[in-house]
C-alpha cells in the first residue's frame, strides 16, 4: 500500500479553462488503463471529446475523483448519476495505472465513490471490467455470472477488487470485432434479408440528426433499448427517453466530435417505426467504427430486419467512412440470437466485460471512508 491523497476533480467546461490541465491528466490515465487492457489505442478517448461527453445535463451528472501520487494522477473513479431515470443506481467506472495496482488504491477510490453514492441517496452501484481475448488469465480460474452465459478470469486485479469489496457478476458480455476489409456478402446479407422483410417493412436512414417527423418513434427505441436486451442481474430501469433527449444527445455527440449512421425500419402499414440500429465514429480515431444500439421491438420481430438494419448500415459505412477499418461491438453471453447475426455478419470475438453489481447495506451512524 502506498500513501495516497483522494480527492475530486473538478470537470471544467472545457479544457481550456481552469482544470482543464487535471482533467487532460485524467483522461490520460483513462487511455494508459485501456492500451495496458487491449495492447492498442481504439478504445482510448481524447481529452475534448471526454470532457464533452462529461459535461452535466438534465438527464445526467458526472463526479470524478482521482488518486495523485505526489502531484502525479495515477488513478480514477469516474461516476455518472441519473437524474431522470434508474435513481438509484450509480455508474462507477475506476481505473488505476498497472504499476499502481495491488496497493489499495482501487478500494481508496471505491470508498469515495461509494461515499459520493451515498451523498446522493443511491444504493446500486454498477460497474464494467475488460479483458482481452488470449489474455494468460484466461488459464486460470474463471467465474461464472448467474446467467451461466460467460466467464471471466477470477484473478483479473478488477475481479478481485470487485468480489473483495462486495459486487457480484451479474453478466459477462462478448466484445466482438469485424474487419471491414474481411466484410464479405454484406450486399447478398442485406438483400436476402430485406425479401423476407419488404413486403411489410422498409428501411430509413439518416446521418447525425433524427429528423423531426421521426423524433417520437425513435424516442421509443431509444427507451425500449435499455431494458429489452438481455440484462443478467442488473437492476437497470427503462430510461425516459423523448424528442428533447434525443437533440441534446446529439448535440453533445457533435460538440465531441462523434458522427453516427443511423438505420430505421418502419412497419409499412402502421408508418411507425419497430427497429434500429446506430454506429458511431469519433474524429480522433477515424479508422474505428462502435456498433451501439440494435433493436426491433417484440410484436415485430421474426422477419430478419435485426439483419437487415445491420447488414444496411454497414454498407453505409462502405460508402461513407471509407477510411474506416474495424467495428467493436458488445453483447450479453446470453443475447444469442444477436450473437449468430453478428456471427453471420463477420465479427469475432475480442475480450469479455465483466459486468459488477453491488447494492449497498444501510449506512451506519459513524461509518468513514478510510484513503489509502
Known amino acids: 500500500m502506498i500513501t495516497a491523497t483522494i480527492e475530486q476533480l473538478p470537470i471544467p467546461r472545457t479544457l481550456d479553462v481552469e482544470g482543464g490541465d487535471g482533467f487532460r491528466r485524467s483522461a490520460a490515465v483513462s487511455n494508459a488503463v485501456e492500451h495496458a487492457v487491449w495492447g492498442h489505442d481504439d478504445f482510448c478517448t481524447a481529452p475534448d471529446e471526454r470532457i464533452a461527453m462529461m459535461q452535466p445535463s438534465p438527464d445526467r451528472e458526472y463526479v470524478l475523483g482521482v488518486a495523485r501520487d505526489g502531484s502525479s ?35 481508496a ?13 443511491r444504493t446500486t452501484i454498477m460497474s464494467w471490467s475488460d479483458v482481452a481475448v488470449g489474455d494468460d488469465r484466461d488459464q486460470g480460474a474463471m467465474i461464472v455470472p448467474p446467467t451461466g452465459a460467460g466467464s471471466f478470469p477470477a484473478g483479473d486485479a478488477s475481479a478481485i477488487l470487485a468480489l473483495r469489496s462486495g459486487f457480484e457478476l451479474v453478466q459477462v458480455d ?13 450486399q447478398q446479407l442485406e438483400q436476402d434479408a430485406g ?20 423524433l417520437a418513434d425513435y424516442s421509443l427505441l431509444r427507451r425500449k433499448m435499455s431494458t429489452d436486451p438481455p440484462l443478467g442481474g442488473f437492476a437497470q430501469e427503462e430510461e425516459q427517453w423523448d424528442a428533447d433527449r434525443i437533440r441534446r444527445e446529439e448535440g453533445r455527440s457533435a460538440e465531441g466530435g462523434t458522427s453516427s449512421l443511423v438505420c ?18 469519433f474524429a480522433s480515431r477515424p479508422t474505428i467504427v ?30 461513407e467512412w471509407p477510411g474506416a477499418e474495424r467495428v467493436y461491438t458488445w453483447n450479453a453471453e446470453e443475447n444469442t440470437f444477436m450473437l449468430d447475426v453478428n456471427v453471420a455478419l463477420g465479427f469475432r470475438p475480442a475480450g469479455r466485460t465483466a459486468g459488477w453489481q453491488k447494492v449497498l447495506p444501510p449506512h451506519r451512524f459513524g461509518d468513514a471512508s478510510g484513503v489509502t
Open 73 to 107: 494522477i495515477v488513478a480514477n473513479a469516474r461516476l455518472g448519476f441519473p437524474l431522470r431515470d434508474n435513481l438509484q443506481a450509480a455508474f462507477l467506472q475506476i481505473e488505476v495505472l498497472p504499476a499502481y495496482r495491488r496497493r489499495g488504491l482501487g478500494a
Open 109 to 121: 477510490l471505491l470508498a469515495f465513490a461509494e461515499q459520493q453514492v451515498r451523498l446522493r441517496g
Open 174 to 186: 462478448r466484445l466482438s470485432v469485424l474487419h471491414l476489409d474481411r466484410l464479405e456478402g454484406v
Open 195 to 214: 425479401r423476407v422483410g419488404a413486403p411489410d417493412y422498409e428501411l430509413v436512414a439518416w446521418g447525425g440528426r433524427c429528423p423531426d417527423g421521426l
Open 264 to 281: 430505421a425500419a418502419r412497419h409499412r402499414p402502421s408508418g411507425h417505426l419497430v427497429g434500429h440500429t446506430i454506429l458511431e465514429r
Open 290 to 319: 462502435y456498433q451501439e444500439d440494435t433493436l426491433v421491438l417484440d410484436e415485430h420481430r421474426g422477419h430478419r430486419l435485426g439483419l437487415w438494419l445491420k447488414a444496411a448500415n454497414f454498407r453505409r459505412v462502405l460508402a
